[in-house]
């Protein structure tokens, strides 16, 4: 019974939040996870993908960071737990937290591969960086505000595909650490930030100026939101200059 019940809490994790379009990330992404996940992996996938992912005679290559079927934390959550019809790929057989850490494996496996494959020039990728004013959201190293994600690293922690979707989908998949919240209170006085924590009285949240909180019998309304408040870059670049932009992100490591 206790298994049961952990097994469907585990299993909710995999369900698309319900605020917006956002998708659910994994829950079990910690570097011991993804070492399970590795050894998961080589027992149960290896067969047909190869012991390193790179794709055998009846599993394609999953370095790339792009897959056919969804490239989302919950799109391959759901592509390892229940298979492919019509092709050799068969449903997980193990429970909800194995295919998580199988999932962070899988996706480790193309982290740190976005130099590879960036063709634009780092140095021009820079400027566009600076000219549509990236830093009021991100930080990279000291530089830069913590509304969005940090990008010191992430050119080590994202794959080309994943940096490439960020930019031109941004909505594709939305960390729940990252939701915004959007209220109204009842003077009239628009709120929005960054949800860092809720309870039944208050919500606490961050914006540009630094860390906030509000009780919810003061706001009209309120909405948490799980779409990004990033701008889709699709329209916004040209291609040379969206290539550009990449190369610049796949270029930032904190090891340089």
């Known amino acids: 019974m206790v298994r ?16 917006g379009s956002t998708t659910r990330s994994n829950p079990f992404n910690t570097p011991e996870d993804r070492a399970e996940g590795a050894r998961l992996f080589r027992a149960q996938c290896a067969a047909c993908h190869g012991p390193n ?9 999953l370095t790339t960071g792009t897959f056919k079927h969804g490239n989302t934390d919950e799109a391959v959550f ?22 998580w850490q199988i999932v962070g494996y899988v996706h ?24 549509h004013g ?5 930080a990279i190293g000291v530089e830069g505000a913590t509304l969005g994600p940090p990008l010191s690293n992430i050119g080590a922690e994202r794959s080309y595909g994943a940096l490439q979707r960020a ?4 909505d594709d998949e939305v960390s729940a650490d990252y939701w915004m919240l959007r209220a109204r209170t009842k003077n009239g006085r628009d709120v929005s930030g960054i949800r860092l924590n809720e309870d039944t009285y208050s919500i606490q949240y961050r914006d540009q100026s630094g860390l906030k909180s509000v009780w ?14 990033m701008p889709s870059y699709r329209d916004k ?8 932009l990449l190369a610049f992100l796949s270029s930032l490591r904190r090891t340089q």
């Open 108 to 131: 480790s496996l193309s982290a740190g591969k976005g130099g590879a494959n960036a063709k634009g020039d780092p140095a021009r990728g820079a400027k566009l960086f600076e000219a």
């Open 134 to 138: 990236c830093a009021r959201c991100h």
């Open 237 to 244: 670049l040209k291609p040379a200059e969206l290539e550009d």
């Open 53 to 61: 992912g790179t794709g055998g005679a009846a599993g394609p290559n």
């Open 216 to 229: 919810k019998e003061d706001l009209a309304q309120y909405d948490i939101v799980g779409t990004s408040p």
């Open 167 to 170: 930019l031109t989908n941004p």
């Open 78 to 99: 759901g592509i390892i737990s229940k298979g492919i019809a019509g092709t050799p790929m068969p449903p997980y057989s193990g429970d909800a937290r194995q295919v």
């Open 4 to 19: 049961s019940a952990v097994s469907l809490l585990l299993l909710a994790a995999a369900m698309p939040a319900q605020h």
